[in-house]
């Protein structure tokens, strides 16, 4: 079934519904509202008679039934009985013997004189003192005969009713169906060939536009993404182009070589390119793994200034061969983090690696942790060249290495993944100028939020 | 003195390589091409060593190890993996294995593994004589005193570290990842020679002075101390 058609009929069923309630509740408070005033009616008249009875006697009695059959609608029934329950006088053809009966009001079938059959009707019998009966009441099928043409009517209004819902439904229908129609048509578009389509906003804000400005946000995503995509796939060719041909080119020459040694060290350059094109690419996937929050369940707390101090004492000899000295001042207390301990060592050794890469020439390589209630900063700090503001975002992209003629097996990765562990852990990583030089800082909060997988 | 070894790879061209390698330094080894069968020959117990690839046809290499974990079956285990992040590392070790080796590995970074595996195994079941000595080197692991030719060196603790764990697999290659992950218990690849500026600074306050030294480069391998 159409989705159009589905939402006419749940329009023109809901109109249904709602008014089938609104029209039960008006027929029911009709009714009481009828039985009540019949009720009314029936105990009114007795109460009458009665009180006739009570101070003019038997012979007020009868001149009151009189003038109430005179004067009375046609569905009064009145009859005073002697106590065989034979009719002394009144309206009453057939009535039921007061035998069977006790005092007080109730409902009985009555047929009255000149009528053709015996009626439902509400009645008051009351036995006087002389011992006859006093019948009076009103017959109940005459007297909410309204109730019929109100029922036709409520009816009538319940057709109308759900007709126009259905009417409403198809109209509603049409209008969704072509709102979200313009918004399919662009998605269309999109798979068939044009990722720049977006969707037109009507202006009015309403949740259809909020709806299509969610798909132009998720489109602008998608395309950023896909550029991202495409620089990756084409530095990841080129930086994997120059080892492969730097490889190709030695096993080529050794395969050539005539003198053993020649051919030892052509070999070794061999087995040297080949180990940094499998570097690439290990880091390769060791950023998409992590970006794919694979390591989440190894998160246990651990303290942040042990780590780091162990990695500065182990870079320390490094830094020590390239003319810089690496200092680490530990915090006097513990500091706790929720975290992966060894993609954090990776991602803090890729930071101190890069410092002293990269800032050496600067001659002092700081390293810091600043403890937070809510969040920890571990900031490198170098007096290198540093990085131009405008090219810090280059820097954080993978194989984004600023200096291109640098042959180095660094391939400008170590950045990019140290900021994708930093997201894995719900934080970020900051460069800044250190004026000279370059401080990077992973800003990382001390318990990241359960995110939902 | 050969040992017993089973090998579990589905790769064929990797496991006759291996196979062939691992008869020529004298062990005697058994192969399987899934993970269900080499469950079912690693189950008698009677392997010095398995080594496990961790994708493998039918049943994979982790649930393989948990299995004879499961069963009580304490035989040392190196996995092998093309699976290389540190999270994947990590996992691999928390099931069970006593060693992770990732994909493509030279086949001197897996001998001096599975050297270093039997040689604990060796150490586990022989008498513990705590004192190590290597040639005129003498470590003493209790009081972390480290004397050559009878005079005292001073290392710094994590030079001690690494000088005990050599000494532990004396006359063995000794490998970088190795020493990154059994001395620093780090299991990421560092972009900077960092091992090998330790063992130089090492190597001169070991071998400095003396005529005969017993630090040894490898090469394409590691390192290798001995007499």
């Known amino acids: 079934m159409p989705t159009t058609l589905r939402i006419a009929l749940l329009a023109g069923l809901l109109a249904l519904l709602s008014n089938l309630a609104v029209i039960g509740f008006i027929y029911g408070r009709t009714h009481d509202e009828a039985v009540a005033s019949l009720h009314r009616q029936v105990v009114e008249q007795s109460k009458v008679l009665t009180d006739v009875y009570r101070t003019g006697g038997k012979a007020s009695l009868d001149e009151a039934i009189d003038d109430t059959l005179a004067y009375a609608d046609p569905q009064t029934a009145v009859g005073l009985l002697d106590p065989s329950g034979r009719e002394l006088k009144g309206n009453l053809a057939e009535a039921p013997s007061p035998q069977s009966m006790q005092e007080g009001y109730r409902s009985a079938v009555i047929r009255l004189r000149g009528q053709p059959s015996p009626h439902q009707a509400e009645i008051v019998l009351s036995k006087l003192p002389s011992g006859e009966w006093l019948i009076s009441g009103r017959l109940v099928g005459e007297g909410l005969a309204f109730r019929a043409t109100l029922e036709r009517s409520l009816l009538l209004a319940l057709v109308v009713a759900g007709l126009l819902g259905l009417l409403c439904g198809v109209i509603l229908a049409h209008y969704v169906a072509r709102r979200i129609g313009n918004i399919a048509a662009v998605a269309n578009r999109i798979t068939a060939r044009d990722l720049s389509q977006r969707v037109p906003l009507s202006g009015a804000g309403d949740s259809f536009d909020r709806l299509g400005m969610q798909i132009n946000a998720m489109l602008d995503r998608i395309s950023g993404l896909m550029e991202e995509l495409r620089l990756l796939t084409d530095s990841l060719a080129h930086d994997l182009r120059s080892p492969a041909s730097r490889l190709r080119a030695a096993a080529h020459a050794a395969a050539e070589a005539t003198d053993p040694a020649e051919q030892e060290e052509l070999l070794g350059s061999v087995v040297r390119n080949a180990d940094a094109l499998i570097r690439i690419l290990s880091t390769i996937l060791e950023i998409s793994r992590s970006e794919a929050l694979t390591g989440r369940k190894q998160f246990a707390w651990f303290d942040v200034s042990e780590l780091a101090a162990e990695l500065a004492e182990m870079y320390d000899p490094v830094a020590d061969e390239r003319g810089a000295s690496l200092r680490f001042d530990r915090p006097s207390r513990p500091v706790p983090l929720f975290g992966h301990r060894q993609l954090l060592a990776q991602a803090l050794s890729n930071l101190i690696e890069n410092a002293i890469r990269y800032g050496s020439a600067g001659g002092e390589i700081d390293v810091l942790v600043r403890p937070g209630d809510k969040q920890i900063r571990v900031e490198v700090a170098d007096r290198g060249p540093g990085i131009p503001l405008d090219r810090r975002e280059e820097a954080l992209r993978r194989f984004g290495r600023l200096d291109s003629s640098r042959s180095d097996e660094g391939a400008g990765l170590g950045l990019a993944l140290a900021q994708s562990i930093a997201h894995l852990h719900e934080g970020e990583l900051l460069l800044n100028d250190n004026q000279p030089g370059l401080v990077t800082t992973l800003r990382l909060p001390v318990h990241p939020p359960q995110r939902a997988r | ?227």
């Open chain 2, 1 to 227: 003195m050969g040992r017993k070894i089973l090998l579990v790879e589905d790769d064929r061209e990797t496991a006759s390589y291996l196979a062939k390698g691992l008869t020529q330094e004298g062990h005697s080894v058994e192969q399987a091409t899934n993970g269900q069968d080499g469950l079912f020959r690693a189950t008698d117990g009677s392997f010095d060593l398995i080594i496990l690839d961790r994708m493998l046809p039918v049943l994979d290499g982790i649930s393989v190890l948990r299995a004879l974990r499961a069963a009580h079956i304490e035989t040392p285990v190196l996995i092998l993996s093309a699976l290389g992040s540190v999270g994947d590392r990590i996992e691999g070790l928390e099931c069970g294995s006593d060693d992770y080796l990732v994909k493509p590995f030279s086949f001197a970074e897996l001998l001096a593994r599975v050297n270093a595996l039997l040689r604990r195994r060796e150490a586990r079941v022989g008498p513990a004589d705590h004192r190590l000595t290597v040639g005129d080197l003498e470590i003493d692991p209790l009081s972390r005193t480290v004397k050559r030719a009878g005079k005292k060196l001073e290392l710094k603790p994590r030079e001690y570290l690494l000088l005990e764990y050599f000494a532990r697999n004396e006359g063995r290659v000794v490998t970088r990842t190795m020493l990154l992950e059994q001395v620093w218990d780090y299991h990421f690849d560092p972009g900077t020679n960092v091992i090998d500026v330790h063992v130089s600074r090492l190597r001169r306050k070991l071998d400095e002075g003396f005529e005969k030294p017993l630090l040894h480069t490898v090469r394409g391998a590691g390192y290798m101390l001995a007499a």
